[in-house]
């Protein structure tokens, strides 16, 4: 699975972005998907992730109540509000092959594919 991620860009805090991921092959309906981060000088962490079956999402503290993650048969979404400067990073999705009798959970690590990453960039 190759994946796309758009909708990066800057905006000053407060403010919101969507950012969007499309795979380029297969569709994504047997896959979790996560968003992770990656902040400079920094390692790339978990954000959000939404389970195969889209009835289960997983946040990181530092966003629950600002971010929201959903999906659809295509894409997977990253709803961004009240942006703050430490949401600053390159923003990356990916794809977890789940077998269908696991299709509620949501992993934080070991995902298989990658897209190549979105900037944000929040001024204060």
């Known amino acids: 699975v190759q994946l796309q991620a758009s909708g990066g860009g800057l905006v000053q805090a407060g403010g919101s972005l969507r950012l969007s991921c499309a795979p380029s092959?297969?569709?994504?309906?047997?896959?979790?998907m996560g968003w992770f981060r990656q902040a400079p000088g920094k390692e790339r962490v978990f954000v959000a992730g939404?389970?195969?079956?889209?009835?289960s999402t997983v946040y990181i503290d530092s966003v629950k109540g600002r971010f929201t993650i959903s999906r659809d048969n295509a894409k997977v979404y990253l709803q961004m509000n009240s942006l703050k400067p430490e949401d600053t990073a390159v923003y990356y999705c990916?794809?977890?092959?789940?077998?269908?009798?696991?299709?509620?959970?949501?992993?934080?690590?070991?995902?298989?594919?990658w897209g190549q990453g979105t900037q944000v960039t929040v001024s204060s």
């Open positions: 990916a794809a977890d092959f789940i077998v269908y009798p696991y299709s509620n959970y949501v992993p934080r690590a070991g995902y298989d594919y």
């Open positions: 092959g297969p569709s994504i309906s047997s896959y979790a």
């Open positions: 939404i389970s195969r079956s889209g009835g």
